[in-house]
T-cell receptor, first 120, second 115 residues
Framework: GAGVSQTPSNKVTEKGKYVELRCDPI?????LYWYRQSLGQGPEFLIY????????DSGLPNDRFFAVRPEGSVSTLKIQRTERGDSAVYLC??????????????????FGPGTRLTVL | KQEVTQIPAALSVPEGENLVLNCSFT??????LQWFRQDPGKGLTSLLL?????REQTSGRLNASLDKSSGRSTLYIAASQPGDSATYLC??????????????FGGGTRVLVKP
């Protein structure tokens, strides 16, 4: 597609439920990022994929959060036993890669529209 | 740990006035700094990206300056219009390889331009 797409655009769930959020990056982008944006705040980094592997998952808040990218394209962010504090907009971004490994400069990230998650 | 701060948190100006948005960061070892625009319920749109070796970048009515040594960047929007109403975010990318390619964002400045 022309840009990064995310589905669903909105998700309402009940406390304790499991949710999956999907990100479809720009075709040809090997790097993919997840960020979380709480109301009135800037986005916070969650996890970064280079290809199929998670190169940096230091931003995941706890073990209820998990993300996969099995074929190096689409990624799914999975949240188990959701809590009200998980309510936020989850943003996905992609960029050309690989980053750093070949000495190339980090590339600009392009963001999707986000998924607004509401946990009741 | 890098921290990015944006002041003010909100700004309201009459149409035609120039906008000045400030961003400060605590660790000057950055690779670049980027300004984004975010409309309500939307994703982020990149406005300007300044490499650490640059002092400023310009695009139309937008001008962003960078003073890496003092940890500051300023976004200027000339002759503001109601369509400029949005939240403006600055983000830095670290220079060190261990930090990967993640962006560290400020909290944003919410701008309202009144007709």
């Amino acid at each position: 597609g022309a840009g990064v797409s995310q589905t669903p655009s909105n998700k309402v769930t009940e406390k304790g439920k499991y949710v999956e959020l999907r990100c479809d990056p720009i075709s040809g982008h090997t790097a993919l990022y997840w960020y979380r944006q709480s109301l009135g705040q800037g986005p916070e980094f969650l996890i970064y994929f280079q290809g199929t592997g998670a190169a940096d998952d230091s931003g995941l808040p706890n073990d209820r959060f998990f993300a996969v990218r099995p074929e190096g394209s689409v990624s799914t962010l999975k949240i188990q036993r959701t809590e009200r504090g998980d309510s936020a907009v989850y943003l996905c971004a992609s960029s050309l890669g690989p980053q750093w490994a070949s000495g190339r400069a980090p590339n600009e990230q392009f963001f999707g529209p986000g998924t607004r998650l509401t946990v009741l | 740990k890098q921290e990015v701060t944006q002041i003010p948190a909100a700004l309201s100006v009459p149409e035609g006035e120039n906008l000045v948005l400030n961003c400060s960061f605590t660790d000057s070892a950055i690779y670049n700094l980027q300004w984004f625009r975010q409309d309500p319920g939307k994703g982020l749109t990149s406005l300007l990206l300044i490499q650490s070796s640059q002092r400023e970048q310009t695009s139309g009515r937008l001008n962003a300056s960078l003073d890496k040594s003092s940890g500051r960047s300023t976004l200027y929007i000339a002759a503001s219009q109601p369509g400029d109403s949005a939240t403006y975010l600055c983000a830095v990318r670290q220079l060190v390889k261990a930090a990967g390619n993640k962006l560290t964002f400020g909290g944003g400045t919410r701008v309202l331009v009144k007709p």
